[in-house]
């Protein structure tokens, strides 16, 4: 990793990742990090080219977001931890588990989509047209601009038979109103052997908008064992 993740740490216990989503930063999960807190040791991440993280010279990939997730467990001496990925950073949380699943111990998504095709036609045709506008032009803001809309155009790639692989409980957690397709969702759930779907009323952003009963149904989710 050619970079140093900024991030916010707080609490004790079994480590929990929280990855905010595009054009975000950790600052996302204001009404999680005290709550979890409580119950784990909470890392709320800056992805590469987010938030206070610098961009770096690597590729500006989910496949990059997730090897520098890597690095930053190891470098924080992370063995294993519960992750959990809102929008974009369902994605990288997903991506890695499939990578590493020895390293994840519950998994939750929020909002995540195995391609782009999962997400609204609504929601994703503005997107393609900012992104294709962002590209025409050199000046260094409208680059940065189009590198992070890219993310959402060209990006994941997973195939839902590749979930089938992760063994570990996943909680699919998204709002009534998402911007993902509910069918893409429900897929998603029903491709992994230990996958849950819940939907909480309101949209893509419940964690900051409907923060009571997302937050109950993360821990709930989280603490089964506990």
Do not use: C, W
């Not at 940065?144 to 909680?171: R, Y």
């Not at 819940?198 to 821990?219: C, M, S, W």
Request: hydrophobic content about 45%.
């Amino acid at each position: 990793m050619d970079i140093e993740l900024h991030y916010i740490k707080k609490g004790a216990g079994a480590p929990l990742l929280l990855l905010h989503g595009n054009g975000e930063s950790g600052d996302y999960f204001v009404h999680q990090v005290d709550e979890f807190a409580r119950y784990f040791a909470v890392y709320a991440v800056d992805t590469r080219g987010h938030g206070q993280s610098p961009r770096g010279t690597a590729p500006f990939t989910i496949s990059q977001f997730a090897d520098d997730l890597l690095g930053f467990m190891n470098g924080q001496g992370i063995e294993k931890a519960h992750i959990l990925g809102f929008s974009d950073g369902g994605n990288i949380a997903l991506t890695f588990a499939l990578r590493h699943p020895e390293r994840v111990g519950r998994l939750v998504l929020n909002g995540a989509n195995l391609d782009p095709s999962g997400v609204k036609a609504s929601v994703q045709i503005p997107i393609v047209l900012g992104y294709k506008t962002a590209s025409l032009f050199k000046a260094p803001k409208a680059q940065a601009n189009a590198e992070m809309l890219g993310l959402m155009v060209n990006e994941p790639h997973i195939d839902a038979k590749e979930l089938a692989a992760l063994a570990m409980p996943v909680l699919v957690v998204v709002g009534s109103k998402d911007m993902i397709k509910a069918a893409h969702s429900r897929l998603i759930a029903d491709s992994l052997p230990k996958g849950r779907l819940v939907t909480i009323e309101g949209d893509h952003f419940i964690a900051n908008k409907q923060y009571g009963p997302f937050n109950r149904a993360v821990l709930e989710f989280l603490r089964e064992d506990a």
